[in-house]
């Protein structure tokens, strides 16, 4: 197991290498210069001597291949340059915002398994009964809303309309609800088909059959041997919602002006702030694939059956 | 097992948390007056740019004197100047009753020290030629400085009265080796409000300066929400998240959008208002390139547009249509111009005199086989400026001119701006108080884009030489002539399509009292808001 996982994390150190390289490139090789965008953003008129100078202090006179690689000597101190808005070291201004987008997104996954297990599990038992058919017609509802066109009817509804939650900006849980609904919504639905499809599927399965001819209340085998093994996909399908929620929190924060890192990614995209945003890449990237390897171990010990290294059967 | 029963357990919690979470409290008369911004304040250094807003650095720095409406300079922290007769030495009278909001005193001392922090860095303020012009400064007793300038440049106050760079850091907020280039210790000014709080990403916090000299704001503290989003910023007003809404109306930078403003004006039960004009949104066009270096092509673009319909329907009556490069209201600049009408005729006219024909069956204009086209340069992104250039298409179609419409990133925009590569392109003027000294001063830089749209005028040294003249003049009525020369030729080359004047908005509830605008763009008198009584 501990040479697996660090196998995996090994493996982190090249794709990082070819993620950044890549988005080294697509920044450069776009349309727009650099040194024009620091100078806007300083307000300094963009003069051909000022442009010269910008140039010089940002390194953008030199071979692409050496300014990467002047890029890469600093990022693996981890120092991946200064904003060119506020001049303040980049990962800082990422760190100082990227605890509230986890907050958000951990919510999120709360919401999604807060509501997706009960109603799975629901519409399960009372498979083809109205029960299974309302949550079905919420699942499809909730895959097709795209997530800024609910977060505006959530504020509609809510802030102006009813006056219950406040529309933007963070403090306790009720600035929590909307952005994670909206964000968490596609997941909810997503999941709830998944297990009740998991519990129908295990429901049939030999070992319920053995479970109730040895007796067993159905409670127990329900709650007991047919939830927990749907359970397991669930773990992989979350290791994608992940992702999912921190594509959603870019949007999500921007409709309800949570101080997050997505935000924080959108102005600066916005700004050409190029350091800004090859660091959100590289950091997005090791979350996502630290996330990954969190579930194939979470994975490995909740089914023994399953082995992460050769030997194992399945 | 357990792990199934947790997931309950959380379940549960999270619905019931839904449903007994109290909703947001209402906005009552509060002794805080709650506005918006679309990024923190910054750390409010008075002599740097971005990140520092500067509505902001107003709040919180003051200026010599100050720029009042209409043009007029006014004491302000010198409460009297006398100007040597080859216009050349100013020497300013400080008022004695001013202390920094730390409680130091505010002396000839600390002003010398602010002018030479900046010109230390005197190359971050290339763009200002005032900063250029400084030959020395003196402290002539503890309340008295003096300022000598290489030549008598006549815009020495205008250029005082700017937010920024040059306004007062106090002493204690220096850093320790004076250099203000890098950062500073604290934002400590003399103006009525001080920056008490910032919290990242989420608001910057304001309190009324209790050792202000002048009339100390009505409002206790003055919260700065980080709101980035216009649509936001609407919607935290109809819930009472905040209170007002000020500054430029329309894209960008804008407040809230044009469409949102009427929305609010309509409603009845709110205060909103529209400022006097503050800039010119204003096209160039390239005197340099064919087929716009033929004078007669740019008269019948200007003939041709039907700039009414662009206000009425585009700009939604929000800002007033524009005929003049600068607004009659900026000083010298009322000179009583005619207008370009819209007058499709006169413009077809115009193009036949020119030689200008369509050959049989062809859509558009030709001379000597070359067809009448050209390219349109706006900012991909901004649906305004895109808009507008849709509609001179049309117009410009029916006379047989071909537009093609260049819709691209903001770089890419701004280096065609630079580098002349364009038919029309859009810009603004700079406004109160640049406007028209400064933003005249610029079109002799090849960076900008007025000297490109101005290159190939065959007067275009002797405007340059005039722009040169005027800013040393020391002559009042020499100015206002050398300013109706200068004026007066570019309006009559049409090298501009002036579109609209800028505004700045307001809305608020009635019960918000004492809501007005302030002379320029970014200074927002929140000291003389109150609630009713």
Request: charged share 20%; glycine share 8%; net charge neutral.
């Amino acid at each position: 197991m501990l040479r697996y996982i660090i196998k995996r994390l090994l493996i982190l150190v090249p794709m990082l290498l070819a993620v950044s390289i890549v988005v080294f490139l697509i920044l450069r090789l776009g349309q727009g210069d650099p040194a024009m965008s620091y100078l806007r953003l300083s307000n300094i008129p963009p003069t051909d001597a000022a442009l010269e100078v910008a140039r010089q202090e940002l390194g953008l006179d030199l071979l692409l291949p050496v300014q990467y690689a002047r890029w890469l000597g600093k990022a693996v101190t981890l120092d991946f340059g200064r904003s060119y808005v506020t001049g303040l070291p980049v990962l800082g201004e990422i760190l100082f915002y990227l605890p509230n987008t986890l907050k958000l997104a951990g919510f999120s996954l709360l919401l999604t398994l807060a509501v997706s297990l009960p109603l799975g599990i629901w519409s399960a038992l009372k498979k083809d009964r109205l029960p299974d058919h309302a949550t079905r017609a919420f699942a499809f509802a909730g895959v097709s809303m795209p997530g800024f066109w609910l977060g505006f009817i959530l504020v509609w509804l809510f802030s102006i309309q009813l006056g219950w939650l406040p529309p933007l900006g963070m403090g306790g849980l009720d600035h929590m609800i909307m952005p994670a609904v909206s964000m968490a919504l596609m997941s909810m639905a997503i999941n709830t088909r998944l297990i009740r499809g998991n519990m129908l599927d295990n429901m049939h399965a030999r070992y319920v059959l053995y479970a109730r001819v040895r007796g067993l209340p159905e409670r127990v085998v329900v709650g007991r041997h047919v939830l927990v093994n749907s359970l397991i996909p669930v773990i992989t399908a979350i290791g994608m919602h992940v992702g999912e929620l921190f594509g959603g929190a870019v949007v999500a924060e921007s409709i309800f002006s949570w101080p997050g890192v997505g935000r924080y990614a959108v102005s600066a995209i916005y700004n050409r702030d190029y350091p800004v945003m090859q660091c959100f890449i590289l950091i997005m990237t090791s979350i996502f694939v630290l996330m990954n390897l969190g579930v194939d171990i979470l994975y490995a010990w909740l089914d023994p059956r399953i082995r992460l290294e050769g030997g194992g059967d399945r | 097992m357990k792990k199934a029963s947790f997931c309950f357990s959380a379940a549960a919690m999270l619905i019931i948390s839904l449903i007994v979470l109290p909703g947001p409290a209402s906005a009552a008369q509060s002794d805080t007056l709650n506005y918006s911004w679309s990024a923190n304040v910054g750390p409010l250094n008075p002599h740097a740019y971005s990140p520092n807003q500067m509505f902001a650095q107003a709040m919180v720095y003051e200026s010599l004197v100050r720029y009042a409406k209409g043009g007029e300079v006014v004491p302000w922290l010198a409460e009297s100047w006398d100007i040597s007769e080859d216009g050349r030495v100013y020497t300013f009278h400080l008022r004695k009753d001013v202390r920094f909001s730390d409680g130091t005193p505010f002396d000839a001392a600390a002003v010398k020290m602010n002018f030479d922090a900046v010109l230390k860095n005197a190359h971050r303020h290339d763009w200002l030629e005032f900063i250029a012009q400084i030959k020395q400064t003196r402290v002539v007793d503890s309340h008295t400085f003096e300022l000598s300038l290489k030549n008598a440049y006549y815009p020495t106050l205008q250029e005082l009265c700017l937010i920024r760079p040059m306004r007062f850091l106090a002493p204690s907020g220096f850093p320790d080796d004076g250099d203000t280039a890098q950062s500073i210790k604290a934002p400590v000014g003399t103006g009525p409000w001080k920056l008490v709080e910032t919290r990242k990403g989420e608001y910057d916090l304001f309190e009324s300066n209790g050792l202000y000299w002048g009339t100390k704001p009505a409002f206790k503290r003055l919260m700065v929400k980080v709101i980035p989003d216009s649509d936001g910023r609407a919607i935290a007003f109809e819930t009472g998240e905040i209170d007002l809404i000020f500054g430029s109306g329309g894209h960008g930078s804008g407040q809230i959008g044009i469409d949102t403003f009427n929305r609010f004006a309509s409603m009845g039960n709110l205060e909103t208002a529209i400022s006097h004009p503050q800039a010119t949104r204003v096209l160039a066009i390239n005197s340099n390139l064919f087929p716009t270096n033929d004078r007669a092509v740019r008269r019948a673009i200007l003939h041709g547009v039907n700039k009414a319909a662009i206000v009425k329907h585009l700009f939604l009556g929000v800002e007033p249509q524009a005929d003049t490069l600068f607004s009659p209201d900026m000083p010298y600049c009322d000179l009583g111009l005619a207008r370009f009408e819209h007058d499709p005729q006169k413009a077809a006219a115009l193009l036949e005199t020119a030689g200008w024909k369509r050959e049989k069956g062809a859509e558009f204009l030709t001379r000597d086989g070359r067809e009448l086209a050209l390219d349109i340069c706006f900012v991909g992104n901004d649906t305004l400026q895109k808009s507008v250039a849709e509609v001179i298409q049309g117009d410009l179609r029916r006379l047989g001119i071909k537009v093609r419409l260049v819709g691209e990133e903001m770089d890419s925009f701004l280096t065609r701006q630079k580098s002349g590569e364009f038919g029309m392109i859009f810009g603004d003027t700079w406004g109160a108080p640049y406007d028209p000294h400064s933003f005249c001063s610029s079109m002799r830089q090849p960076a900008h884009a007025d000297y490109q749209a101005q290159i190939g005028l065959p007067m275009k040294k002797d405007i340059d030489r005039k722009i040169g003249e005027v800013l040393i003049s020391v002559d009042e009525q020499t100015r206002q002539d050398l300013y109706r020369d200068i004026l007066t030729t570019l309006h009559e080359q049409a090298v501009y399509m002036p579109l609209s004047y800028m505004t700045n908005i307001t809305v608020h509830r009635p019960q918000l009292r004492g809501v007005e605008f302030g002379p320029t763009k970014y200074e927002f008198p929140f000291e003389t808001i109150h609630w009713e009584r």
